[in-house]
């Protein structure tokens, strides 16, 4: 179903395993230091435990699950649907002596409710890849909503960061079976007298 796009990320994250096969460099974080940190905030600000099920949705290289881990959030979940980002968040984590946490190669949208009772689920750029997809766009976003609802926890989490779609584009997408909670901070710019936003980042709770 991702097919050009699968072919693309896996090219990716084959040569980015290769590198860290080679002289241990993790490469690209596709969102950032400033992604990863504003999510880190809300969780300290949340009071999220330690011991929170959390789920990385589109893990990539496992950075971000890395972060997690030290600061100390113990059950922890990464999917990916390339096997290439598989073994290399795999590799960073055991490189980083972090072998306790879960890395699946599974494509979100097929994943047959094998995923279920998590607290908070993490996106940070797989929905805008899923949504921008020309071959399935309406049928993936429904299907994403559908596997979200099913991993999460009844007053579960879910924070999503997008670099397509604006808070309202977010907001009508996710309102069923989830409430909106609040909408992080993120860098702004001016634009022929209008302010606007890169990139959006909002916090949705599960709802039954």
């Keep these: ?23 241990g460099d993790v490469g690209e974080i596709w969102f950032g230091e400033e992604s990863m940190s504003r999510m880190l905030r809300w969780m300290d600000k949340a009071k999220i435990p330690e011991n929170a099920a959390i789920l990385d949705i589109g893990t990539g290289n496992g950075a971000f699950l890395v972060e997690l881990a030290r600061h100390g959030y113990r059950n922890l ?18 490189a980083e002596d972090l072998a306790d946490v879960t890395v699946k190669e599974m494509d979100f949208l097929n994943c047959q409710g094998e995923l279920k ?13 899923i949504s921008l997809n020309p071959d399935n766009r309406e049928e993936g976003k429904k299907l994403y909503v559908q596997a979200l609802k099913d991993a999460l926890k009844d007053k579960g989490f ?3 960061t997008s ?3 604006t808070k ?26 209008k302010t606007g936003h890169s990139v959006t980042a909002l916090i949705f709770k599960r709802v039954h």
């Design 168 to 193: 309202e584009q977010l907001l009508d997408r996710f309102c069923e079976g989830l409430e909106f909670v609040q909408e992080l901070p993120t860098p702004s710019f001016q634009f022929g007298g």
């Design 117 to 129: 009772g998590f607290d908070i689920c993490i996106d940070k750029g797989t929905f805008d890849a």
């Design 77 to 94: 979940t990464g999917i990916d649907y390339s096997p290439a980002s598989v073994e290399l968040a795999r590799n960073v984590l055991q």
């Design 163 to 165: 670099c397509n779609w």
């Design 158 to 160: 879910f924070a999503i």
């Design 1 to 23: 179903m991702l097919g050009m796009q699968a072919n693309f990320w896996e090219d990716v994250y084959q040569k980015e395993l290769e590198t860290f096969k080679d002289i």
